[in-house]
C-alpha cells in the first residue's frame, strides 16, 4: 500500500515538472509570427473548444473535432499556440466533466505535451510556419507527410503513452492491456481523422483561410450528425436490448410452466416436443410459409401448457370424472390466454384454443365446423392424437403405429378429424418413418435464444408474427 501511494505521488510529480517544463518551452520559444494570422487563431481556437460538443462515442473513448484543431494548430501556427490551445482544452474538458484532480492533472499534462512535441516536429522537419511560405513543401505531398507523421507520433502515440501510464498507475492495469482495449480500437477513427486534418493543412496553404473556413463548416455538420446518428443507435440498441429482457422473460415464464408440468406429468414435456416436430413436418407438406411453419410449431410446443391449472386427479386420471369434465374442456382457453400474452403469438395462441374442436362440431370450446377451424389446430389435433396413441410413456400400452394409423382413420370417418388431413400425414409416417419425432426434445425443439431474438425484432404492420 505504501509503495503504491508513493508511486502514484512521484508520478503526479514527474506530470507537475513535466507540465512546467513544457509551459515553460512553449513561452521560451514562442514567436509572434505564430499567432498570426488573426482570424486563423481565433477560428482554430473555437474549432478546439467546441469540438467537445461534437465528439463521437466508441466503445474505448471518444474521437473529437478537437482532435482535427490541434492538428490543424501544430501544423500551421506552431508548438506554443498549439500547447496553448491544448490546456484549453484540458481545462474545460475537465470542469465539463468535473474530473478529480488526479485527473485534471493528467489531462493539462497530456493536452499540453503532445500538442507541443507535435508542432515541434513539424516546425523541424517543415521550417517556421509553413502557412507563411508559399512554397513547394508547404503545398506538396512531403509538407502532408510530415503533418501525418507528427499528429501519429505525439497525439496519437505521445497521448496514450501519457494517459496510459496514470491509469496504469492509478488502476494497476497493465500496459500491454491498455494498448489491446484503448489504444488499437481507437487507432482506426484517430488516424483517418488525422489524415482528414492533414489535407485541410495542406489544403490551406494552396488555397487559403475561406476554404479552410467552408471546410470546418462542413466538418462540424458531419461530426454532429455522425455522433448524432451513433447516438440513435445506441439508444436503438438499448431498447433492443429491453425487448430482448421482456420477450425474454414472457417466454422464459411459459417455458417454467411447461418444465414445471413435466414435473408432474413425465410425459408432456416429450409429447410437447413430439407434437411440434410432427405439426411442423406436416404443415411443410401443405406448403405453408416459414411462418406458418414457425407458429405451427410453437403451438405444437405449447399446446398443452393449459393443463398446468389441473389438479392431480385430473392429470393423472385414465378416465375423467364427469365433474371434472369442465376443467378439462377449460384448458384449451388458458393456454390461449398464456401465449396470447407473448407479443406476436396471437396466430399461435388461436391454433392452441381450437384444437380440440372436431370437423363435425362437436368439439369444444366454440363447436366450430370443417375449414371454420384454423389449418394449424386441424394439423394439432391430428399430430397430438397420433402421438398420444404411440407413445411409450402413455399411461396406457402404446398403440402400434400401424394401429394408430387406422384409428386416425377411424377417427376421421366418425368427424373428429379432418380426413384429408389425415390421408397427407400418414402419407408423410410411411415417407418419414412412423416415428420419426419419437427423440424429439422440449428444450431443443424451442430454440429459445432464437425465438426471443426473433420476437425482439420490430415487424412491419403486415407481416405475420412469429
Same mark, same amino acid.
Given at each position: 500500500?505504501?509503495?503504491?501511494?508513493?508511486?502514484?505521488?512521484?508520478?503526479?510529480?514527474?506530470?507537475?515538472?513535466?507540465?512546467?517544463?513544457?509551459?515553460?518551452?512553449?513561452?521560451?520559444?514562442?514567436?509572434?509570427?505564430?499567432?498570426?494570422?488573426?482570424?486563423?487563431?481565433? !477560428?482554430?481556437?473555437?474549432?478546439?473548444?467546441?469540438?467537445?460538443?461534437?465528439?463521437?462515442?466508441?466503445?474505448?473513448?471518444?474521437?473529437?473535432?478537437?482532435?482535427?484543431?490541434?492538428?490543424?494548430?501544430?501544423?500551421?501556427?506552431?508548438?506554443?499556440?498549439?500547447?496553448?490551445?491544448?490546456?484549453?482544452?484540458?481545462?474545460?474538458?475537465?470542469?465539463?466533466?468535473?474530473?478529480?484532480?488526479?485527473?485534471?492533472?493528467?489531462? !493539462?499534462?497530456?493536452?499540453?505535451?503532445?500538442?507541443?512535441?507535435?508542432?515541434?516536429?513539424?516546425?523541424? !522537419?517543415?521550417?517556421?510556419?509553413?502557412?507563411?511560405?508559399?512554397?513547394?513543401?508547404?503545398?506538396?505531398?512531403?509538407?502532408?507527410?510530415?503533418?501525418?507523421?507528427?499528429?501519429?507520433?505525439?497525439?496519437?502515440?505521445?497521448?496514450?503513452?501519457?494517459?496510459?501510464?496514470?491509469?496504469?498507475?492509478?488502476?494497476?492495469?497493465? &500496459?500491454?492491456?491498455?494498448?489491446?482495449?484503448?489504444? !488499437?480500437?481507437?487507432?482506426?477513427?484517430?488516424?483517418?481523422?488525422?489524415?482528414?486534418?492533414?489535407?485541410?493543412?495542406?489544403?490551406?496553404?494552396?488555397?487559403?483561410?475561406?476554404? &479552410?473556413?467552408?471546410?470546418?463548416?462542413?466538418?462540424?455538420?458531419?461530426?454532429?450528425?455522425?455522433?448524432?446518428?451513433?447516438?440513435?443507435?445506441?439508444?436503438?440498441?438499448?431498447?433492443?436490448?429491453?425487448?430482448?429482457?421482456?420477450?425474454?422473460?414472457?417466454?422464459?415464464?411459459?417455458?417454467?410452466?411447461?418444465?414445471?408440468?413435466?414435473?408432474?406429468?413425465?410425459?408432456?414435456?416429450?409429447?410437447?416436443?413430439?407434437?411440434?416436430?410432427?405439426?411442423?413436418?406436416?404443415?411443410?407438406?401443405?406448403?405453408?410459409?416459414?411462418?406458418?411453419?414457425?407458429?405451427?410449431?410453437?403451438?405444437?410446443?405449447?399446446?398443452?401448457?393449459?393443463?398446468?391449472?389441473?389438479?392431480?386427479?385430473?392429470?393423472?386420471?385414465?378416465?375423467?370424472?364427469?365433474?371434472?369434465?369442465?376443467?378439462?374442456?377449460?384448458?384449451?382457453?388458458?393456454?390461449?390466454?398464456?401465449?396470447?400474452?407473448?407479443?406476436?403469438?396471437?396466430?399461435?395462441?388461436?391454433?392452441?384454443?381450437?384444437?380440440?374442436?372436431?370437423?363435425?362440431?362437436?368439439?369444444?370450446?366454440?363447436?366450430?365446423?370443417?375449414?371454420?377451424?384454423?389449418?394449424?389446430?386441424?394439423?394439432?389435433?391430428?399430430?397430438?392424437?397420433?402421438?398420444?396413441?404411440?407413445?411409450?410413456?402413455?399411461?396406457?400400452?402404446?398403440?402400434?403405429?400401424?394401429?394408430?394409423?387406422?384409428?386416425?382413420?377411424?377417427?376421421?370417418?366418425?368427424?373428429?378429424?379432418?380426413?384429408?388431413?389425415?390421408?397427407?400425414?400418414?402419407?408423410?409416417?410411411?415417407?418419414?418413418?412412423?416415428?420419426?419425432?419419437?427423440?424429439?426434445?422440449?428444450?431443443?425443439?424451442?430454440?429459445?435464444?432464437?425465438?426471443?431474438?426473433?420476437?425482439?425484432?420490430?415487424?412491419?404492420?403486415?407481416?405475420?408474427?412469429?
Amino acid at each position: 500500500m505504501f509503495t503504491h501511494k508513493l508511486t502514484r505521488r512521484l508520478f503526479w510529480v514527474a506530470e507537475v515538472l513535466l507540465l512546467a517544463s513544457t509551459v515553460a518551452a512553449a513561452a521560451w520559444l514562442s514567436r509572434s509570427v505564430e499567432w498570426h494570422p488573426l482570424p486563423l487563431v481565433v !477560428l482554430l481556437l473555437v474549432l478546439t473548444l467546441l469540438g467537445e460538443w461534437f465528439s463521437v462515442e466508441t466503445s474505448a473513448g471518444q474521437l473529437t473535432a478537437s482532435f482535427v484543431a490541434l492538428v490543424l494548430t501544430m501544423a500551421l501556427l506552431g508548438p506554443a499556440p498549439a500547447a496553448a490551445f491544448g490546456l484549453a482544452l484540458a481545462t474545460l474538458h475537465s470542469v465539463v466533466r468535473r474530473r478529480p484532480p488526479a485527473q485534471w492533472l493528467n489531462n !493539462l499534462t497530456t493536452f499540453a505535451v503532445a500538442p507541443f512535441v507535435g508542432g515541434l516536429i513539424v516546425r523541424a !522537419l517543415a521550417g517556421d510556419t509553413p502557412h507563411h511560405v508559399n512554397s513547394q513543401l508547404a503545398q506538396g505531398f512531403v509538407f502532408g507527410l510530415i503533418v501525418l507523421g507528427a499528429l501519429t507520433a505525439s497525439l496519437i502515440g505521445l497521448n496514450f503513452v501519457l494517459f496510459a501510464l496514470d491509469v496504469c498507475i492509478e488502476e494497476g492495469r497493465p &500496459l500491454r492491456r491498455l494498448f489491446r482495449e484503448l489504444f !488499437l480500437p481507437l487507432l482506426p477513427g484517430q488516424l483517418a481523422t488525422g489524415m482528414l486534418a492533414t489535407i485541410l493543412a495542406v489544403a490551406y496553404t494552396s488555397v487559403g483561410l475561406p476554404m &479552410l473556413f467552408g471546410a470546418v463548416a462542413v466538418l462540424l455538420i458531419l461530426q454532429y450528425l455522425t455522433a448524432a446518428l451513433l447516438r440513435s443507435e445506441d439508444r436503438a440498441e438499448q431498447l433492443e436490448a429491453r425487448s430482448r429482457q421482456l420477450v425474454g422473460l414472457q417466454l422464459g415464464v411459459l417455458r417454467t410452466l411447461v418444465r414445471a408440468l413435466g414435473m408432474r406429468d413425465k410425459r408432456s414435456g416429450h409429447h410437447a416436443a413430439a407434437v411440434a416436430r410432427y405439426a411442423k413436418a406436416l404443415a411443410m407438406d401443405l406448403g405453408c410459409s416459414e411462418e406458418e411453419l414457425d407458429a405451427v410449431h410453437a403451438a405444437g410446443l405449447l399446446h398443452e401448457i393449459g393443463k398446468f391449472t389441473w389438479p392431480d386427479r385430473v392429470l393423472h386420471a385414465e378416465v375423467v370424472k364427469d365433474e371434472d369434465m369442465a376443467v378439462v374442456k377449460n384448458h384449451p382457453q388458458e393456454g390461449a390466454i398464456l401465449v396470447g400474452a407473448l407479443d406476436g403469438y396471437g396466430p399461435v395462441a388461436d391454433m392452441i384454443l381450437y384444437h380440440h374442436e372436431r370437423v363435425d362440431g362437436l368439439g369444444y370450446p366454440a363447436g366450430l365446423i370443417g375449414k371454420e377451424i384454423p389449418l394449424g389446430s386441424r394439423v394439432l389435433a391430428i399430430c397430438s392424437t397420433y402421438d398420444a396413441m404411440t407413445a411409450s410413456e402413455s399411461y396406457r400400452s402404446p398403440m402400434t403405429p400401424e394401429e394408430a394409423m387406422t384409428e386416425l382413420r377411424h377417427a376421421a370417418g366418425h368427424g373428429q378429424l379432418d380426413a384429408e388431413l389425415v390421408e397427407q400425414f400418414i402419407a408423410l409416417l410411411e415417407r418419414e418413418g412412423p416415428t420419426f419425432a419419437e427423440d424429439a426434445d422440449f428444450e431443443t425443439e424451442l430454440e429459445f435464444e432464437r425465438r426471443v431474438h426473433e420476437m425482439a425484432e420490430p415487424r412491419s404492420a403486415d407481416s405475420t408474427p412469429r
